[in-house]
């Protein structure tokens, strides 16, 4: 490897995996030193690096949804704090939606990197705190109708100076969460693993020099964009359509994504006119949303030798309806935009199985179920703890879909029933594939989950979002629709309750709830 900015190709692909290296390391040493549950065993966090200017530079193999809002929110917190004017031991933080950000319990955290006393890149990672306030434990109401009801709205603010978190902003935090020891320990696992990134990054820069190491990281940039160009140029240019929607919701008007792709002069260009307007209801998302849904649906398409970083963001366009489902505005409520970002990911991929039929699958389930569980145990010890509970992938055009398995934007893990019952007092009575629940195709969707709970005291107070309880994904090429989602409660007293895709609601001791998640769709007609 050279020490000027002109590196051999091969050079170049080893710097790239030695910093997509130190991405997954912070993301590993996230997981280990994480507090909550849903980051320590649902993995419910993202890490990713940035040059010295604030472009993407690195990806950990983690959630696309949450590493498509960091380099929004890492533009909103340089935009500020001038990178120019940041020292070492700096530290920043936001959950802002409307300034880059996704929902308000995903907090970003930006150190800046430097080595001989020059900023040479910064690390980022985005975290689920359990809890940030607003009307339900949890920071997820499913029945919020404007943003002031979700929680606490951090705009990009300063969380460290000289390595030391501010009184301010802990004070800030501890006034307005239920689990604030959670999420201050969680967030000082967001700065440890800032700290492992700094020193594998300055290794780095001590083998080529500040000046090299830093053209180094342009020439992956460049390189990355060079890639995608050529592959987004070898596609048929189109426009592809592509259409999806949300379950119907009393009070709602109809709420769909449209999509049209177009490939041209190597660049992806993504239309979203005619998508639904914003509505009173937490299923709105922001700009982040979109974004994560086509980065996912490109690292797709492309070859694994690609480089992912910010060079493949410079060629995707993204046109958005103001105001709208898909970019919504204050002060639109948007904690549960998890299935709304997974419909445009329904809908960007059936475009693009349009220019690529051979290389994409039929639609996933488009739907995960997020559980908030809160209350008072029987020793008087509040508690407040998440579930993320995934359904079927799609068949593809040589396999069956994958059971039980969070897809597409969403990378998240089935939680084990001893992370859940160590916190809460709360028996995971079964957790089991539903057998039968993807498409039938040539090559069948994969199957999604079904769990019961048990409440073993009264005043557990729980919020549910799902998706999928009415309108499936559609199969492909002759494949079949998988069973839709269900959830129902059993209350001791024998009394049976079906609930809707996004509920409120309290269990007492011994009442039982069950969820049920969609299979992914058929991929070709049976045989």
Not at 183 to 204: F, N, P, Y
Not at 303 to 320: A, M, S, Y
Not at 411 to 423: K, S, V
Request: aromatic fraction near 6%; hydrophobic fraction near 40%.
């Amino acid at each position: 490897m050279t020490t000027d900015r002109t590196i051999a190709p091969s050079g170049l692909e080893i710097l790239q995996m030695r910093f997509d290296a130190v991405a997954q390391g912070m993301q590993e040493i996230l997981f280990r030193a994480a507090v909550s549950p849903v980051v320590r065993e649902g993995a419910d966090a993202s890490c990713a690096l940035f040059t010295a200017e604030g472009e993407l530079l690195a990806l950990s193999d983690a959630i696309p949804l949450l590493l498509g809002a960091l380099p929004g929110s890492v533009k909103a917190i340089l935009a500020r704090y001038p990178a120019q004017d940041m020292s070492e031991g700096d530290m920043f933080f936001m959950n802002d939606p409307f300034a880059g950000g996704t929902h308000l319990p995903d907090i970003t955290v930006l150190v800046p990197v430097f080595f001989k006393g020059e900023r040479i890149a910064f690390a980022a990672s985005i975290l689920h705190h359990q809890d940030v306030g607003g009307m339900r434990a949890g920071s997820v109401p499913p029945d919020a109708t404007d943003i002031y009801q979700e929680g606490l709205r951090f705009p990009p603010s300063r969380l460290a100076r000289d390595g030391k978190i501010l009184r301010e902003a802990e004070d800030l935090i501890r006034l307005n969460s239920r689990a604030p020891d959670t999420v201050l320990g969680d967030i000082a696992a967001q700065i440890a693993s800032a700290g492992h990134a700094a020193r594998s990054l300055q290794t780095i820069a001590g083998e080529l020099g500040t000046q090299a190491f830093i053209a180094a990281t342009h020439a992956c940039l460049d390189h990355g964009e060079e890639q995608i160009g050529r592959l987004f140029q070898s596609l048929p240019p189109g426009p592809y359509q592509g259409v999806d929607g949300l379950d119907p919701t009393p009070n709602l008007p109809p709420i769909e994504a449209h999509v049209s792709v177009t490939f041209d002069a190597g660049h992806l260009k993504a239309d979203f006119a005619g998508s639904s307007a914003q509505v009173n209801a937490p299923i709105n998302c922001v700009r982040s949303g979109p974004l994560s849904a086509l980065l996912y649906a490109v690292l797709s398409l492309a070859p694994p030798t690609l480089f992912r970083n910010g060079g493949v963001l410079r060629r995707i366009e993204l046109h958005l309806p103001e105001a709208s489902v898909v970019n919504a505005a204050v002060p639109a409520a948007v904690n549960a935009r998890m299935n709304m970002v997974r419909c445009i990911t329904s809908a960007v991929l059936q475009a693009l199985s349009k220019a690529a039929p051979d290389k994409m699958p039929a639609a996933n389930s488009g739907m995960s179920y997020v559980l908030a569980f809160s209350g008072t145990r029987p020793d008087g010890n509040r508690f407040v703890t998440t579930e993320i509970i995934a359904g079927g992938a799609g068949g593809g055009p040589c396999s069956k879909g994958a059971d039980a398995v969070s897809t597409d934007v969403g990378n998240a893990m089935n939680m084990p029933g001893e992370a859940l019952e160590e916190i809460a007092p709360i028996r995971l009575l079964s957790a089991h594939i539903r057998e039968g629940s993807g498409g039938a195709g040539k090559y069948p969707g994969g199957n999604g989950i079904r769990r019961e709970y048990l409440a073993l005291t009264d005043g557990v107070s729980v919020s549910l979002r799902g998706e999928r309880f009415a309108r499936v994904p559609q199969g492909l090429l002759g494949g079949g629709s998988p069973q839709p989602s269900a959830a129902t409660i059993l209350r001791a007293d024998g009394e049976t309750i079906a609930l809707t895709a996004r509920s409120a609601f309290t269990l007492n001791s011994g009442d039982r709830l069950i969820v049920e998640s969609c299979g992914g769709a058929g991929y070709g007609a049976p045989d």
